[in-house]
T-cell receptor, first 112, second 115 residues
């Protein structure tokens, strides 16, 4: 069963912020939220992950709600090269739930 | 992060033949994984390649069809045996680095077309 729910697709204008939502209402206390993306014809690329605090790195910001049932990946200034499929994944650090299981993801199209 | 090289990057094969895909990592890693991505689909985990022991396969994947070798901490192979057109997919190798960050790095994939 899917542990995360994402919209099928969205688009945004180049230079604007892209806010990608993800629902994970059944997340367990030891599960982290991970985001990966897959640009066409490439392998997936790690973006960011978090447990309950908001996280930021050079690629993106991750906002996790206080109840941890949903999160938002923010690309602050989207470029055409950010066009990709973005996967939101919940994953434990160890144990049976530590495998990286991909859902369908959300296709982000950045328009000029 | 680790750099992964996969060979071949793409191939076209005949039905009934077998193909071995190689995955070379530029650093020693404990955990290596093989994924399959069928056309237009997401990634599906095939197996975890364990160094020094048999691979651990996910439901729906068997060793006779997808034998895996892991002779050392930097190398693994995946063989797709007795291929049919349904095996046409991208096969991806990934590693979880031992730094403790629990982040997977992926190779570019091997695109396999079976005629």
């Amino acid at each position: 069963d899917a542990k995360t729910t994402q919209p099928t697709s969205m688009d945004c204008a180049e230079g604007r912020a892209a806010n990608l939502p993800c629902n994970h209402s059944t997340i367990s206390g030891n599960e982290y939220v991970y985001w990966y993306r897959q640009i066409h014809s490439q392998g997936p690329q790690y973006i960011i992950h978090g447990l309950k605090n908001n996280e930021t790195n050079e690629m993106a910001s991750l906002i996790i709600t206080e109840d941890r049932k949903s999160s938002t990946l923010i690309l602050p200034h989207a470029t055409l090269r950010d066009t990709a499929v973005y996967y939101c994944i919940v994953r434990a650090y160890t144990g049976a739930n530590s495998k990286l299981t991909f859902g369908k993801g959300i296709t982000l199209s950045v328009r000029p | 992060s680790a750099v992964i090289s996969q060979k071949p990057s793409r191939d076209i094969c005949q039905r009934g033949t077998s193909l071995t895909i190689q995955c070379q990592v530029d650093s020693q890693v404990t955990m290596m994984f093989w994924y399959r991505q069928q056309p237009g689909q997401s990634l599906t985990l095939i197996a975890t390649a364990n160094q020094g022991s048999e691979a651990t396969y996910e439901s729906g994947f068997v060793i006779d069809k997808f034998p895996i070798s892991r002779p050392n901490l930097t190398f693994s192979t995946l063989t797709v045996s007795n291929m049919s057109p349904e095996d046409s997919s991208i096969y991806l190798c990934s590693v979880e680095e031992d730094s403790g960050a629990n982040v997977l790095t992926f190779g570019a994939g091997s695109r396999l077309t079976v005629l």
